[in-house]
């Protein structure tokens, strides 16, 4: 069974880059075509959909993040990470790594990691 | 972008009792609507794909409906375990920008 694994700093300073690793355990992230995703969710607040990368590399950003944001796959480390530029306190939420249809799921997030808090602040 | 609606924002069901929860897009979507549930501390779990499939593991109970533009997420007897906050997230966009509902809160009456 695949599972997901989030890892990084949980204190930014703004104006710093957020860097984070989702660690794929019980499977290849190679292996199969799926989709992987980072969502975060703002304390008391709703999920909002950040970016995703095809194991071929390729990427897939929401607009409104678009300009900061970087996801990157390392299929040797089976990993792919989320690097978020200029980050402010608006960027204070949980960050959560997620697979699109791995387990049967069609195209909606059917694994997703613990998720890990990111705090923005000086 | 796609907008999507959740009604309504709290719900209030004894348990045993059937709960009915819908979502509204401002556009199409198809059937590329999916529901998850989720309880304080954990991540969202999958329920329903495709507007209507459920998710691996998930019980009978948990059923969805809709296409096009409104949804529904039906749970036919409330068990203490399904008191959570449940989120609808479309995922018809191409170029994908996936987007979700701001959730209901299913809680004990």
């Known amino acids: 069974q695949v599972q997901l694994q989030e890892s990084g700093p949980g204190l930014v300073k703004p104006s710093q880059t957020l860097s984070l690793t989702c660690t794929v355990s019980?499977?290849?992230?190679?292996?199969?075509?799926?989709?992987w995703s980072w969502i975060r969710q703002p304390a008391g607040k709703g999920l909002e959909w950040i970016g995703r990368i095809y194991t071929s590399g390729s990427t897939n950003y929401n607009p409104s993040l678009k300009s900061r944001v970087t996801i990157s796959v390392d299929t040797s480390k089976n990993q792919f990470s989320l690097k978020l530029s200029s980050v402010t306190a608006a960027d204070t939420a949980v960050y959560y790594c997620?697979?699109?249809?791995?387990?049967?799921?069609?195209?909606?997030?059917?694994?997703w990691g613990q998720g890990t808090m990111v705090t923005v602040s000086s | 972008e796609i907008v999507m609606t959740q009604s309504p924002a709290t719900l209030s069901v004894s348990p045993g009792e059937r709960a009915t929860l819908s979502c509204r897009a401002s556009?199409?979507?198809?059937?590329?609507l999916a529901w998850y549930q989720q309880k304080p501390g954990q991540a969202p779990r999958l329920l329903i794909y495709?507007?209507?499939t459920r998710a691996t593991g998930i019980p009978a109970r948990f059923s969805g409906s809709g296409s096009g533009t409104e949804f529904t997420l039906t749970i036919s007897s409330l068990q203490s375990e399904d008191f959570a906050v449940y989120y609808c997230q479309q995922y018809n966009n191409w170029p994908p920008k996936y987007t979700f509902g701001q959730g209901t809160k299913l809680e004990i009456k």
């Open positions: 495709g507007a209507s």
């Open positions: 997620a697979v699109d249809g791995y387990n049967g799921g069609g195209d909606a997030f059917d694994i």
């Open positions: 019980g499977g290849s992230i190679s292996s199969g075509s799926y989709y």
């Open positions: 556009q199409s979507v198809s059937s590329n």
